[in-house]
T-cell receptor, first 111, second 114 residues
Framework: GQSLEQPSEVTAVEGAIVQINCTYQ??????LSWYQQHDGGAPTFLSYNALDGLEETGRFSSFLSRSDSYGYLLLQELQMKDSASYFC????????????FGTGTLLAVQP | NAGVTQTPKFQVLKTGQSMTLQCAQDMNHNSMYWYRQDPGMGLRLIYY???????DKGEVPNGYNVSRLNKREFSLRLESAAPSQTSVYFC?????????????FGEGSWLTVV
């Protein structure tokens, strides 16, 4: 099958660094994306990893290890506005971009 | 640009009624999707369309039908609504790029089946 697992909740304080992990099933896997969703809103794209290694976009970085079937999203210099749900999503369709989303992690940033 | 537009935003249906959720994108994307999201849960893929004229089942297709009317439009139909289909429905579209296959979402349609 195609499923992705994440921790359900993570709590951190403002200014800290937090890592959100994602494990995925490898059959048909092409790459891993990360999305942010604020309460009541639509998900928005954060980052994408097609190859192993680290991708950095401002305060957000994402990492992929194909050998471990594992990836993570790293959020640095946490701000209150980063409180949201974060989803990893696996591309299981290649060029057709069939995206299967993970279970989601609710991040609570505390002052 | 409007991006991805879906209608209606809110709908209440009685069990057994039918309805169609409409979706249109103006970004010239080939791929379009319908997801559902239950409270406190992740997004589950109902159907997707990799190109005009093609549709494929996702994770939870039962009880739904789709139509890729043209490159811009992708509709989702509930033939006989059930309370289990109460959810938020998101339409999305995507482009395939070497830097990442970004998917863009509509604002969501809140559907309640009573």
């Amino acid at each position: 099958g195609q499923s992705l697992e994440q921790p359900s909740e993570v709590t951190a304080v403002e200014g800290a660094i937090v890592q959100i992990n994602c494990t995925y099933q490898t059959s048909g896997f092409y790459g891993l994306s990360w999305y942010q969703q604020h309460d009541g809103g639509a998900p928005t794209f954060l980052s994408y990893n097609a190859l192993d290694g680290l991708e950095e976009t401002g305060r957000f970085s994402s990492f992929l290890s194909r050998s471990d079937s594992y990836g993570y999203l790293l959020l640095q210099e946490l701000q209150m506005k980063d409180s949201a749900s974060y989803f990893c999503a696996g591309n299981y369709g290649g060029a057709t971009n069939k995206l299967i989303f993970g279970t989601g992690t609710l991040l609570a940033v505390q002052p | 640009n409007a991006g991805v537009t879906q209608t209606p935003k809110f709908q209440v249906l009685k069990t057994g009624q039918s309805m169609t959720l409409q979706c249109a994108q103006d970004m010239n994307h080939n791929s379009m999707y319908w997801y559902r999201q239950d409270p406190g849960m992740g997004l589950r893929l109902i159907y997707y369309s990799a190109s005009e004229g093609t549709t494929d089942k996702g994770e939870v297709p039962n009880g739904y039908n789709v139509s890729r009317l043209n490159k811009r439009e992708f509709s989702l139909r509930l033939e006989s609504a059930a309370p289990s289909q109460t959810s938020v429905y998101f339409c999305a579209s995507s482009e395939v790029r070497s830097t990442g296959n970004t998917i863009y979402f509509g604002e969501g349609s809140w559907l309640t089946v009573v």
